[in-house]
Nanobody, 118 residues
């Protein structure tokens, strides 16, 4: 299993970013996928999950209404569109294979940094 995240960066409050996760080494289209994040000095926080068809999606309360998870199974790619970013969204963002907040660490990618600051 290989997961490679990209698209992070620094943005001002209220701005937007789109994260991308490229999956390989497994049948992407048959797996639930998840975004988690980890801020400095804090534990992992579940952000969102999506089922293989993209028809079942769940969000964590802190991002609901601002973030959108989606996937392109033909391209083995997972996305996270982040709008109206806040300083508290600053974290290292990981994609993972599986559903929900308890995905084993070995199922995560290497992460991409998102920093929200004025």
């Amino acid at each position: 299993v290989q997961l490679v995240e990209s698209g992070g960066g620094m943005v001002q409050p209220g701005g937007s970013l789109r994260l991308v996760c490229a999956g390989s080494g497994f049948t992407f289209s048959r797996n639930d996928m998840t975004w988690v994040r980890q801020a400095p000095g804090k534990g992992p926080e579940w952000v969102a999950s999506i089922n293989p068809t993209g028809l079942v999606i769940k969000y964590g309360d802190s991002v609901k209404g601002r973030f959108t998870i989606s996937r392109d199974n033909a391209e083995n790619t997972l996305y996270l569109q982040m709008n109206n970013l806040k300083p508290e969204d600053t974290a290292l963002y990981y994609c993972g294979r599986g559903w929900g907040p308890n995905i084993p660490r070995h199922e995560w990618g290497q992460g991409t940094q998102v920093t929200v600051s004025s």
